[in-house]
């Protein structure tokens, strides 16, 4: 399949960034894919991060043509990762990255608020999302990081980008 080239991509569009583009079906995940690392332009990971969460999430079969119409579209742009500390995170204002080994698990910031989540039960879901037991985010191995995000669907803007400190 080919897509067309993007036009050349200015102002911010042009800065390298990260980003996740989550789609959504009747309000049901139907794709959610990113990238971490601000190795492209903006334009260019949001793109690439749209066709993969389109037709290569593994948790999804890719969507179909009828599928698009009622689509909702939302991207989140990332700030760089921070070395974080538990007590130091803010529900619906910090995503967090759990990382022990070859074992990574990210989750939004929107994710904790969307479930209604305490701060223990956002961190014990990114433990299981990178494989690991529950309370791995305890243990002095396992690493930790946040970051802010820049919420934006055809919706609504939600505004999640405060930075963190020393971001």
Same mark, same amino acid.
């Given at each position: ?15 390298? !960034?990260?980003?996740? @583009? %989550?789609?959504?079906? *009747? ?7 990113g ?5 492209h332009?903006?334009?260019e %990971? ?5 066709? %993969?969460? !389109?037709?290569?999430d ?7 043509? &009828? ?8 991207? /989140? ?12 995170? &803010?529900?619906?204002i =910090?995503?967090i990255?759990? /990382? ?6 990210l989750?939004?910031?929107? @994710?904790?608020? &969307? =479930? *209604?989540? /305490? ?16 309370? !791995?985010?305890?243990?002095?191995? %396992?690493?930790?990081?946040a970051?802010?995000a &820049?919420?934006? /669907?055809?919706?609504?803007l @939600? ?5 963190? !400190?020393?971001?």
């Amino acid at each position: 399949m080919r897509f067309p080239d993007l036009p050349p991509a200015v102002g911010r569009l042009a800065d390298p !960034a990260g980003a996740f @583009v %989550t789609l959504r079906s *009747n309000g049901r995940l139907r794709g959610c894919m990113g990238c971490i690392d601000a190795a492209h332009a903006l334009a260019e %990971t949001v793109a690439q991060c749209a066709i %993969t969460a !389109a037709l290569q999430d593994p948790r999804f079969k890719p969507l179909t043509v &009828e599928e698009i119409a009622g689509l909702e579209i939302e991207i /989140s742009v990332i700030s760089e990762l921070q070395p974080a500390r538990p007590e130091g995170l &803010e529900l619906g204002i =910090h995503g967090i990255v759990v /990382s022990r080994g070859a074992s990574r698990g990210l989750l939004l910031p929107q @994710v904790a608020l &969307e =479930h *209604n989540w /305490s701060a223990t039960q956002f961190l014990e879901a990114a433990c299981r999302k990178a494989r690991l037991e529950p309370s !791995a985010w305890r243990g002095p191995e %396992t690493k930790l990081f946040a970051f802010t995000a &820049e919420v934006f /669907s055809e919706i609504s803007l @939600v505004p999640l980008g405060r930075q963190l !400190a020393g971001g």
